[in-house]
């Protein structure tokens, strides 16, 4: 009989005490899978951001048509912009008033400054786009402009709150995690403690009463994680195909679940250490 | 063995085919107690210099009032107990130096059984008695086929796949002998083995024990039962004080070593049955 079948058998005699350990440790798990999650869209959204270079120039009021031309010829000349486009008055206030927002349509005109929206190429350098700026501020015709940078900034503050705190929440998740398997073990050795003193009379070696359990611990772990993120990815679904529209315009991209590699980490973190807590309990327990 | 190595693996002399590693070990006696000490608690030495030989092949029955240390004497030789002072040699190795990893070797030579049976209630009667074969890691159909031999031996053959807390307790410790046997071990303590059963049943168990002891096998049978050690003339050691006796047969005997002080270790007359 091979340790997995040995380990087996004796889950199989204890089920309802593996479930109760399995899911405890989910509970503990959807806690750090949900922060983990948060983190990963902050991050997509940081990304996109640093990556989509693109400024707004505010134009003076009564700035022309052509002096509007002519500064977007001079930017469309200028090395690394990929691409300008002209956004009037009206237009803009058609945009803002055409969200719905009542209110905004009772704005005056001004609120409403005409704008070049300037795209810079993907592979350009972040002074680029501050060069153009600076250089753009200084004519009289330019009323401000809005690099964007300064959220890039916002969110890349958020993301690295975000990970500081994941990581806090993942030590309190790991301790949780190694206290219950480390619990549900202790019980199941009492529980089999029989079985255990049988093999110690009949001469088997530490590591062979042992490894069932450090198993038993490690599946625990592993199927805790497992659980926590199959749930979280139906809680995912079901958020995902209700606000599908309004959690992209609330962002500004599509939001995405835990990647892959995040998943097996959580699963190869549920696995160890659910076998180093079986591990540790047992060796403090298993002396005759 | 020289004085202060210690063994980290216990070679099983004279298991199987015999005597692969030491050729002396035959003529040897199977257990050699020498001045052996123990006390749980100062006050209270349970052995004190007990001196015993055992031949290979000897049925001996241990027996003395509760407390005497028969359960003791049985632990220590299966190294869940150490003694305090002296020594015992199993096969010619000491067991009190023993490391801790060589204990299990130690056990894989030494079949044990016990007043409460000690069964794996939940497991099947087949995996109750395969125990000792699954720790060596032999292959599942030789397994079976052992275990299907030692449970017609023991008469439960057909029953394996019983439940173990399902049977009568006569039946339980009939596996419990299945299990102690089935690794072929050189030595069998039994500690009151009969304790829980009824007159009869305990006369059928010993028997048992006596065809165990008739395939070669040593059998240390500890009892305070008087009425088993009339049942046929075996060698008897008594325990008391701390001391083992030899007496030749049965009650008489032992009323008298109680009275007689001047009793001599090693001279009582052995069963040369
Ligand atoms: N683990 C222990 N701790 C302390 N004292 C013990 C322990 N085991 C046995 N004893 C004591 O040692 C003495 C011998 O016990 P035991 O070997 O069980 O005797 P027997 O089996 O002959 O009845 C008794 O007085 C008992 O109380
Ligand atoms: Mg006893």
């Not at chain 1, 989509?52 to 009564?62: D, E, H, K, T």
């Not at chain 1, 038993?216 to 979280?232: D, T």
């Not at chain 2, 003529?27 to 006050?43: C, G, M, Q, S, T």
Request: hydrophobic residues 50%; aromatic residues 6%.
């Amino acid at each position: 009989m091979t340790d997995l079948q040995r380990a087996w058998r004796g889950g199989r005699n204890d089920w309802r005490l593996h479930a109760l350990s399995v899911f405890s440790v989910a509970v503990a798990f959807v806690c750090l899978a949900s922060a983990a999650l948060v983190v990963v869209n902050i991050d997509g959204l940081r990304a996109r951001w640093a990556q989509a270079g693109r400024a707004s120039v505010f134009l003076a009021a009564g700035v022309d048509a052509g002096r509007a031309a002519e500064i977007e010829q001079a930017l469309r000349a200028t090395p690394g912009v990929a691409d300008v486009r002209f956004v009037s008055s009206e237009e803009a206030r058609r945009d803002l008033v055409g969200m719905g927002d009542d209110v905004l349509a009772q704005l005056p005109a001004e609120a409403f400054p005409a704008s070049l929206e300037v795209k810079v190429n993907d592979d350009a350098e972040g002074h680029t786009l501050a060069g153009i700026a600076t250089q753009l501020s200084s004519l009289p015709a330019v009323e401000s402009v809005e690099t964007y940078g300064v959220w890039t900034d916002r969110l890349a503050a958020l993301l690295a709150g975000g990970v500081t705190a994941s990581a806090l929440l993942a030590i309190i998740v790991f301790g949780a995690v190694i206290s219950v398997v480390a619990s549900t073990i202790r019980l199941a050795l009492q529980r089999r403690s029989r079985e255990v003193e049988v093999l110690k009379l009949v001469g088997a070696s530490d590591g062979y009463v042992r490894r069932p359990f450090v198993i038993e611990g490690a599946a625990q772990g592993a199927s805790g994680a497992v659980v926590a993120i199959a749930l979280l990815a139906v809680f995912y679904a079901i958020v995902r195909s209700h606000f599908q529209g309004e959690l992209a315009t609330l962002i500004g991209m599509a939001p995405m679940f835990l990647p892959w590699s995040v998943i097996a980490v959580m699963v190869g973190m549920g696995g160890g250490l659910g076998a180093l807590a079986a591990f540790t309990s047992l060796r403090k327990l298993l002396v005759v | 063995m020289q004085p202060g190595q210690r063994t980290d693996a216990f070679r099983p002399v004279l298991r199987g085919e015999g005597n692969r590693f030491d050729p002396t070990a035959r003529a040897k006696p199977i257990l050699v107690f020498e001045n052996v000490h123990k006390a749980y608690r100062a006050d209270a030495p349970v052995l004190r210099g007990m001196n015993l030989e055992i031949e290979r092949g000897e049925f001996v029955f241990f027996t003395g009032p509760s407390g005497a240390g028969k359960s003791t004497l049985l632990r220590i030789l299966y190294a869940a107990e150490l003694v305090d002072e002296g020594r015992i040699l199993f096969m010619g190795r000491d067991i009190g130096r023993l490391t801790s990893t060589s204990i299990p070797f130690l056990r894989r030579n030494i079949g044990i059984v016990f007043q409460d049976f000690k069964l794996v209630p939940n497991w099947s009667v087949l995996e109750n008695v395969a125990v000792p074969l699954e720790v060596l890691g032999l292959p599942q159909r030789l397994i079976r086929s052992r275990v299907g031999e030692v449970l017609e031996r023991v008469g439960l053959a057909g029953r394996g796949p019983d439940l173990a807390g399902t049977l009568s307790g006569g039946e339980q410790q009939r596996v419990a002998v299945a299990r102690a046997i089935v690794g072929e071990p050189a030595l069998v303590l039994a500690d009151e083995p009969t304790g829980n059963l009824d007159p009869q049943l305990a006369v059928d168990i010993l028997g048992l024990f006596e065809d165990i002891n008739d395939t070669g096998v040593t059998v240390i049978f500890a009892t305070h039962d008087r009425s088993l050690l009339d049942i046929r003339p075996r060698r008897v050691v008594v325990l008391d004080e701390g001391k083992a006796h030899d007496v030749p047969h049965g009650l008489d005997e032992v009323a008298e070593a109680d009275e007689d002080s001047g009793d001599q270790p090693g001279v009582a007359v052995r069963d040369v049955a």
